[in-house]
């Protein structure tokens, strides 16, 4: 593969993103996505975003209005180096520089051939100020190689096969998710459980009675406990404290970042021996309690867990499904208590978890119909997301050696189905 050299301001327009002034409310709430590094940025195109802008705000920012294709970098801060396409017209706030490409460059090759330079841009960055950053000049100014254009597209196809069975598995995995959420909410928020004749309770006269704790009525016999009743919170450790010596069995840190990306060749190490209360494992709950308040189903393979995660695990009988939807149902609740507390981190605490008021029902055969009804549902979710952390090790594992032309790949040779097992 014969490749040539360019910097990154010969491959496209290079802009760098800006915020509309934030005092006008009016800026935002209309339809153009506004990217930031706080949105998930580990799928290949935008999915979506946590602010939309309006019209009156593309109009304050509109030489940063970005075409679809667009390859945006994240460059300043934790997230430096991150790589996203723009899938429909977007503005970015000023932490990403971006790349129109001119038409003898492929968006999704360009895509891919960044990520791989992730921890080159942060190596770049390390010497400029506290806070790592790469500007608009210095980002124009870096050289790579690339080869002609069909050589980029067929590189690209190969690539995004693999990553369109990964985003395949994300929206089977969100319907899975949302079809466990509706049934939870029609067994213990709309209280329609089947009854003894497998009716549903409420709707057929099953008889309720008023909870003052949470002011509304909730099945007789029923209990409010706080959600620490129904499982363990195990905070992780500082695993700086338990760094691996050369000789040492390691494993992977397990931070907020790898709860959203998976382990990476980012991830920090820590040795093998850490205590066993902090190991983690696919399958186990994980609770990130400061800053993004997330919970997951982990199914990254086994780990060290990071401080600012809980590991949850069920107590006595509680079906794991039920205790992982009482969570999710209960995030709400915490990132309202987080927002008065005016943090700008979550930062909930045992206190929290505490005072957290959560209905039960009193009989085990109502959680075991649960459990019985629900697991299919989880465990295809499990297996589906095992699927593409394989996947993503084995594209990352590729992506390399595709790039700088150790591996090559004929069009006729990308016809792979990857839509099953």
Same mark, same amino acid.
């Given at each position: 593969m014969d490749l040539k050299k360019y910097k990154l301001g010969d491959v496209g327009k290079i802009i760098t993103g800006k915020t509309p002034p934030t005092n006008?409310?009016?800026?935002?709430?209309?339809?153009?996505?506004?990217?930031?590094?706080?949105?998930d940025l580990s799928t290949v195109y935008v999915e979506s975003t946590a602010k939309m802008l309006s019209n009156?705000?593309?109009?304050?920012?509109?030489?940063?209005?970005?075409?679809?294709?667009s390859v945006c970098v994240s460059c300043i801060g934790s997230d430096l180096g991150r790589v996203i396409l723009t899938k429909v017209e977007t503005v970015t706030n000023q932490q990403f520089n971006a790349i129109i490409p001119h038409s003898e460059f492929n968006s999704e090759y360009l895509y891919y051939y960044l990520t791989s330079l992730e921890k080159y841009f942060k190596e770049l960055s390390a010497s400029s100020t506290s806070v790592p950053i790469i500007n608009k000049s210095q980002f124009s100014q870096i050289e790579i190689?690339?080869?002609?254009?069909?050589?980029?597209?067929?590189?690209?196809?190969?690539?995004?096969?693999?990553?369109?069975?990964?985003?395949?598995?994300?929206?089977i995995n969100r319907n899975l998710e949302a079809m466990a959420r509706q049934l939870y909410d029609y067994w213990f928020v709309q209280f329609d459980f089947p009854d003894e004749n497998g009716?549903?309770?409420?709707?057929?006269g099953g008889k309720m009675v008023w909870n003052e704790k949470i002011k509304r009525e909730i099945p007789e016999g029923w209990k409010i406990v706080s959600l620490p009743t129904i499982a363990t919170f195990t905070n992780g450790l500082a695993c700086q404290k338990f760094r691996p010596k050369s000789e040492d069995e390691k494993l992977p840190v397990i931070k907020i970042r790898e709860m959203r990306d998976?382990?990476?060749?980012?991830?920090e190490w820590v040795a093998a021996d850490i205590p066993d209360a902090v190991k983690?494992?696919?399958?186990?709950?994980?609770?990130?309690? &400061?800053?993004?308040?997330?919970?997951m189903i982990w199914t990254g393979g086994e780990g060290g867990l990071n401080q600012h995660i809980f590991k949850v695990e069920?107590?006595?009988?509680?079906?794991?499904?039920?205790?992982?939807?009482?969570?999710?149902?209960?995030?709400?609740?915490?990132?309202?208590?987080?927002?008065?507390r005016k943090t700008t981190m979550g930062h909930i605490t045992q206190d929290h978890l505490n005072q957290s008021q959560i209905v039960i029902p009193a009989s085990k055969s109502i959680l075991q119909a649960f459990e019985n009804t629900i697991s299919p549902i989880v465990n295809l979710f499990v297996k589906l997301?095992?699927?593409?952390?394989?996947?993503?090790?084995?594209?990352?594992?590729?992506?390399?050696?595709?790039?700088?032309?150790?591996? &090559?790949?004929?069009?006729?040779e990308i016809n792979c189905d990857l839509s099953h097992g």
């Open positions: 006008n409310s009016n800026n935002y709430g209309g339809e153009i996505p506004f990217l930031t590094p706080s949105d009156l705000g593309v109009r304050s920012v509109k030489k940063c209005l970005l075409p679809p294709r190689s690339l080869p002609k254009l069909s050589e980029q597209e067929v590189i690209a196809q190969c690539l995004s096969v693999i990553d369109r069975k990964i985003a395949l598995n994300r929206e009716k549903p309770y409420k709707s057929s998976g382990i990476t060749s980012e991830s983690v494992y696919d399958g186990d709950i994980l609770f990130s309690w &400061s800053a993004s308040l997330e919970v069920p107590k006595s009988y509680y079906p794991k499904a039920f205790v992982y939807i009482q969570i999710l149902d209960y995030i709400s609740v915490f990132k309202g208590i987080a927002e008065a997301s095992q699927q593409s952390k394989q996947l993503m090790r084995q594209r990352d594992k590729l992506l390399p050696l595709l790039m700088n032309g150790q591996v &090559s790949v004929m069009p006729r």
